[in-house]
């Protein structure tokens, strides 16, 4: 599946999938922003798993110090540069978000938001274990998927980029139950409280599961 994000929706192809948002769909992403934002404290150092061209770090980096965003397409690395040109309090990395080159406990907050849980397509728990094992004692851990009260809007968004030829024709007998499917190949999956339940169970953390905006179910992950 990254190899599908690398040739087919990276750099301007991947910013063109939020210009054919509709109203509810700014609504969510925004919602998102602004609940990352509330977790942070001034002055963090933090840590964006997929990235992408960068479209959280302008309104983060207000925040933060300095934010790192690690993505594992050279494409979408390359046109967040120039995106991201106005902004300095941020850098960039190729790498793989389950082999994370960084020392233990280096950033305060780890975010991975927009349904990051299952974009990426590896092993859910070495993906959160990994975020787990960079993030401060007492610092925050935030992985976002979509609520379940969300399919409408979130199927309709999908349709309208299947129309502009950024994905696939969806395949309307295997899309149901969360999970949108496109003849292409391309899947987007999510993630429920009881998986992120699952997944956190063995660790050595404080969690939390939020819903927000009726759009995304947070999990929030406290290093102890």
């Known amino acids: 599946m990254w190899k599908y994000y690398d040739e087919r929706l990276a750099g301007e192809r991947l910013k063109k999938i939020y210009d054919f948002s509709t109203p509810r769909i700014r609504q969510y992403l925004e919602s998102e922003i602004s609940f ?11 840590l964006d798993l997929g990235c992408g061209y960068g479209r959280a770090i302008p309104q983060i980096a207000k925040k ?26 941020y850098g960039f ?12 406990q280096t950033f305060d907050a780890v975010i991975c938001i927009q349904n990051g849980i299952s974009a990426f397509h590896i092993d859910q728990k070495t993906l959160i274990k990994e975020a787990v094992r960079v993030c401060k004692t007492g610092g925050s851990v ?9 399919w409408e809007s979130r199927l309709e968004w999908f349709e309208l980029q299947s ?15 969360g999970t949108i499917v496109c003849k292409d190949g391309f899947t987007a999956t999510t993630a429920s409280a009881e998986r992120f339940l699952e997944l956190t169970h063995d660790l ?16 929030v992950i406290q290093p102890a």
């Open 36 to 46: 990352v934002l509330d977790k942070i404290s001034p002055g963090a150092l933090v």
């Open 64 to 89: 933060a110090l300095h934010i790192v965003g690690i993505d594992n397409s050279f494409g979408n690395l390359a046109y967040g540069a120039e995106y991201l040109k106005t902004i300095s309090n």
């Open 93 to 104: 990395l190729c790498m793989n978000a389950a082999e994370l080159g960084f020392r233990p």
């Open 142 to 150: 935030m992985f976002s998927t979509y609520s379940q009260k969300f």
């Open 163 to 177: 129309e502009a030829g950024l994905l696939g024709a969806i395949d309307r007998e295997k899309t149901r139950d």
């Open 204 to 219: 050595s953390v404080k969690m939390e599961i939020t819903e927000t905006d009726d759009s995304s179910l947070f999990c």
